[in-house]
């Protein structure tokens, strides 16, 4: 029930961001035909400011679920699998704890931005500042289902962090295992 919760999650959030960059990219191309022709769109700049902001924090929560953050494999892959794990682990502890404090302080700066307002929107200027606490809560919810991962294979020798940072992209990455298992994923079995 979680998994399936969760992958739902993951999809509405990856059309979120895709949404806000098609956003944009389309409103500053129709802002920049409608300048051209003297009639401009006067509240698109802070429109994609707002879209941005969520896009790309978001975005970093994505990045992260796909492994796709910067990473020191030259290191890692030299290393046992077991001292891989343990790194792995200990990782996600240093980002979530992190993460933390940058929710705290996000959370109080979006309270500060909360009274002031855009210049040509009549919304809180806060929503801005909004996205960083929430994609930070959205990040240690990631980093702690990739850590649990790590942790229940801790002993499965079979199991290989590389396995979590794939040369594809796809729904079985996403941190979660289908069924449990580590074999077969889409498909197709992998050696560790």
């Given at each position: 029930m979680f998994q399936k919760g969760y992958r739902i999650y993951c999809r509405i959030e990856e059309i979120i961001v895709?949404?806000?960059?098609?956003?944009?990219v389309g409103l500053t191309f129709l802002n920049a035909v409608l300048r051209?022709?003297?009639h401009p769109i006067i509240t698109s700049d802070d429109i994609s400011l707002l879209l941005f902001s969520w896009a790309a924090l978001l975005g970093a929560d994505?990045?992260?679920r796909y492994s796709r953050l910067v990473g020191m494999d030259i290191l890692m892959s030299k290393l046992p699998a077991k001292w891989q794990k343990l790194f792995q682990i200990i990782v996600?502890?240093?980002?979530?704890?992190?993460?933390?404090l940058f929710m705290w302080s996000g959370f109080a700066?979006?309270?500060?931005n909360w009274?002031?307002?855009f210049n040509s929107l009549p919304i809180s200027?806060?929503?801005?500042?909004?996205?960083?606490p929430v994609s930070c809560c959205l990040m240690i919810l990631t980093a702690i289902l990739k850590g649990a991962k790590v942790a229940r294979r801790f002993k499965d020798d079979s199991y290989n962090v590389r396995k979590d940072n794939p040369d594809i992209v796809g729904e079985e990455f996403t941190g979660l295992d289908p069924d449990g298992s580590a074999g077969e994923i889409a498909g197709r079995t992998e050696t560790p």
């Open positions: 895709g949404a806000c960059l098609t956003t944009i051209f022709l003297d994505v990045a992260l996600y502890i240093i980002i979530i704890g992190a993460l933390l700066m979006a309270n500060k009274k002031r307002a200027y806060g929503w801005v500042t909004l996205s960083f």
